[in-house]
Antibody, heavy 112, light 112 residues
Framework: QVKLLQSGAALVKPGASVKMSCKAS????????VSWVKQSHGKSLEWIGE????????NFNEKFKGKATLTVDKSTSTAYMELSRLTSEDSAIYYC?????WGQGTLVTVSS | DVVMTQTPVSLSLAIGQPASISCKSS???????????LNWILQRPGQSPKRLIY???KLYSEVPDRFSGSGSETEFTLKISRVEAEDLGVYYC?????????FGAGTKLELK
């Protein structure tokens, strides 16, 4: 079955960067866009952007341009998202979603 | 960005009762392809979102047929014919017709 396995929780300092992963299995990774979604504590969902593994093409929500960088490693069917210049506003759970399935989420906490 | 407005904010229902959740979009979600990219997802407590319905009314294979979706243009409805215990959680509508994808604020289904 389709699985999206995300990397574990991260505690990072303000101003630093964090890179998280989303390893796909059970489907052809290169055939589907991988999207990333932010869920701040107790709040709704925000679409960050997407990457097409086959070509590396990306699209970003304007709000997250310059904040998020999306990459993939086709050899391991893994998508990555790096968030830079972190502030407390970036503390959230981040989900990857692809082929209509969702990962379990990565909790990022920004704190000194 | 397209604003998705969900009502009610919360629902408290007994097992076996019907449920209805409304989702209204600030623009028509009918795309140039003739398709309407309106999805419903469920986030159970402490879990990541799970797919329920895509393109307004199409249920994913694992979703029980007590769920149904309807609507067009800017008004959409998710219905549960008879609520079961496993249905509790937060329901989100999500549009993918207009860039960027946007989500409703969620409707929390609680059991009486």
């Amino acid at each position: 079955q389709v699985k999206l396995l995300q990397s574990g929780a991260a505690l990072v300092k303000p101003g630093a960067s964090v890179k998280m992963s989303c390893k796909a299995s059970g489907y052809t990774f290169t055939d589907y866009w991988v999207s990333w979604v932010k869920q701040s504590h107790g709040k709704s969902l925000e679409w960050i952007g997407e990457i097409y593994p086959n070509s590396g093409a990306t699209n970003f929500n304007e709000k997250f341009k310059g904040k998020a960088t999306l990459t993939v490693d086709k050899s391991t069917s893994t998508a990555y998202m790096e968030l830079s210049r972190l502030t407390s506003e970036d503390s959230a759970i981040y989900y990857c979603t692809s082929s209509s399935n969702w990962g379990q989420g990565t909790l990022v906490t920004v704190s000194s | 960005d397209v604003v998705m407005t969900q009502t009610p904010v919360s629902l408290s229902l007994a097992i076996g009762q019907p449920a209805s959740i409304s989702c209204k979009s600030s623009q028509s979600l009918l795309g140039t392809s003739g398709k309407t990219f309106l999805n419903w997802i469920l986030q159970r407590p402490g879990q990541s979102p799970k797919r329920l319905i895509y393109q307004v009314s199409k249920l994913y294979s694992e979703v029980p047929d007590r769920f149904s979706g309807s609507g067009s243009e800017t008004e959409f409805t998710l219905k549960i014919s008879r609520v079961e215990a496993e249905d509790l959680g937060v329901y989100y509508c999500w549009q993918g017709t207009h860039f960027p994808d946007t989500f409703g604020a969620g409707t929390k289904l609680e059991l009486k």
